[in-house]
């Protein structure tokens, strides 16, 4: 999480004492969240990947303009970044992580392993860009599934928790 990177001095003060029991629970959440896509389906997992990378890249982006893109608000910015225009993505970034500053971060090492873990998702997506729909294994047995009766004559009503997945 982020307070690994707040410098020593300002680790217990507030606004940043908060980031490490966030950090320590978005970690797990996050874990958990891409094992879930990734059983869900290859499609799910695939689009989680590209939005993990895009919210890094928006990350370093904001980063390299001084700004710490921490806090909820934050990350739902982070989040839906593909929805602003980048000068006012950059606006609305500063307005919910003023208090943050970025003399109190590592910013060097902080974009260091950012970069790092964008590279790892990155490669993660290169090897699932290889998992066509034909070679997924488990869609090809879903469809052969749905070929055979009862199935094969009419509807069918599938659930699934993902609408990527549905997609």
């Excluded at 896509?37 to 919210?55: C, D, H, P």
């Excluded at 370093?60 to 934050?74: K, V, Y």
């Excluded at 488990?138 to 052969?144: A, F, R, S, T, V």
Aim: hydrophobic letters at 40%.
């Amino acid at each position: 999480g982020l307070w690994n990177y707040v410098r020593r001095g300002k680790q217990n003060q507030p606004p940043y004492a908060d980031l490490q029991r966030a950090g320590a629970n978005l970690r797990g959440l996050m874990r958990v969240s891409m094992f879930k896509r990734l059983e869900s389906s290859v499609y799910a997992f695939r689009q989680t990947l590209k939005r993990q990378i895009n919210i890094h890249d928006t990350f370093l982006q904001a980063l390299g303009a001084g700004i710490i893109a921490a806090g909820e608000e934050a990350q739902n910015i982070l989040y839906e970044s593909d929805r602003y225009e980048e000068d006012l993505l950059a606006e609305a970034l500063r307005r919910v992580s003023g208090r943050y500053e970025a003399a109190d971060f590592d910013c060097r090492k902080l974009r260091q392993d950012m970069e790092n873990d964008r590279t790892i998702l990155a490669q993660m997506l290169e090897i699932v860009e290889e998992i066509t729909p034909e070679k997924d294994a488990k869609l090809q047995m879903l469809i052969e599934i749905l070929r055979h009766p009862p199935l094969d004559s009419g509807k069918c009503l599938i659930f699934t928790q993902y609408a990527d997945t549905a997609r």
